[in-house]
């Protein structure tokens, strides 16, 4: 089985949000109550490389109040506070990483919405954010559903 990238794990977390940020802005408070609940994975890439099928929906991703927490076959890949910025384009997300390989770092990506997908694009950790969502070397890309209740 191909190992997957950290890089393209870190940035396949992608989800988080500021409250402050949330409360003072209508659109990000709009998309941070859309991205609650648990996702998971249907497509991604690390640097290029095509997550393999088989572990797509081992790759879970579960947003609550302002966080969000990925696992991969259970076990804690990321968990970073995110915030939200709807009014660039394309809308910008930005990941504070408390707890995974990534501690510590910060991470910038772009994010697009849209019923209960969402697609990002992440740089990797203390790099440039991406303006597009092309997979490519230094970038992760993924694209979640939300899980059926």
Known sequence: MKTIPTTLLIALASLALSPARA?????????QAQLQGAWTM????ADGSPVPDAMLSDCKRVCKEGETTVTLGGQLFLKAKFT??????PKTIDYDV?????????QLG???LEADTVKFCF???DSGRPSDFKPGEGRTSSVWKREKK
């Open 23 to 31: 409360q003072d802005n209508p659109a990000a408070k709009k998309d």
């Open 42 to 45: 249907v497509s991604g890439s």
């Open 84 to 89: 939200l910025d709807p009014s660039k384009k």
């Open 98 to 106: 408390i707890d995974g390989p990534t501690k510590g770092k910060k």
């Open 110 to 112: 772009i994010y697009e």
């Open 123 to 125: 740089a990797k950790p």
